[in-house]
Antibody, heavy 117, light 107 residues
């Protein structure tokens, strides 16, 4: 079975950094585009970033203003999101998702990031 | 950026009702649209992809239609398990964007 398990969330102060991880299993990790999607408390879904299977292409939401970096390690079946200069508005549940047929067909359960002083 | 406008934001309906949710893209996206269902405390679940293709395991009472800028998700006969929030998402171009969501509540 396809599984995506996020980790690395927590409570941080504004301006601090955090690195999220997503461990994948049950599929050929190196052949899929992967996405990070977030959801602020009580709000809708917001796409954050995408990375191609070979890491050659990376895309980011404009609102991130270059503070986040997506990466992957195909040897470890892992996806990452390095988040720097965190702001209160980055508080959200962060999901990793596998992209099949150009759409997110499997999602993890999310890891919660809270940015607060 | 492509804006996705979803309506209505709330639907109050009864078991057995037919429910229709619409999503409009600010520019043409061909068939590059998905619908997701999300229940409280759970991750989103892909229901429909490529505007009208039913994801494996999804009940046939869910259907999607449309192309270009106007899309529809229909629940043919609402079941108790269907009370949830629904989101559309375009995959035509980056940045990927979601609609604001529709919450389907019990009347």
């Amino acid at each position: 079975d396809v599984q995506l398990v996020e980790s690395g969330g927590g409570l941080v102060k504004p301006g601090e950094s955090l690195r999220l991880s997503c461990a994948a299993s049950g599929f050929t990790f190196s052949t899929y585009t992967l996405n990070w999607v977030r959801q602020a408390p009580g709000k809708g879904l917001e796409w954050v970033s995408s990375i191609s299977p070979n890491s050659n292409s990376k895309y980011y939401a404009d609102a991130l203003e270059g503070r986040f970096t997506i990466s992957r390690d195909n040897a470890k079946n892992s996806l990452y999101l390095q988040m720097n200069s965190l702001r209160a508005e980055d508080t959200a549940l962060y999901y990793c998702a596998r992209e099949g047929y150009n759409f997110n067909d499997y999602w993890g359960q999310g890891t919660l990031v809270i940015v607060s002083s | 950026d492509i804006q996705m406008t979803q309506s209505p934001p709330y639907v109050s309906a009864s078991v057995g009702d037919r429910v229709t949710i619409t999503c409009r893209a600010s520019q043409g996206i061909s068939h590059w649209l998905a619908w997701y269902q999300q229940k409280p405390g759970k991750a989103p679940r892909l229901l429909i992809y490529a505007a009208s293709r039913l994801q494996s395991g999804v009940p046939s009472r869910f259907s999607g239609s449309g192309s270009g800028t106007d899309f529809t998700l229909t629940i043919g006969s609402l079941q108790p398990d269907d009370f949830a929030s629904y989101y559309c998402q375009q995959a035509n171009s980056f940045p990927l964007t979601f609609g604001g969501g529709t919450k389907v509540d019990i009347k």
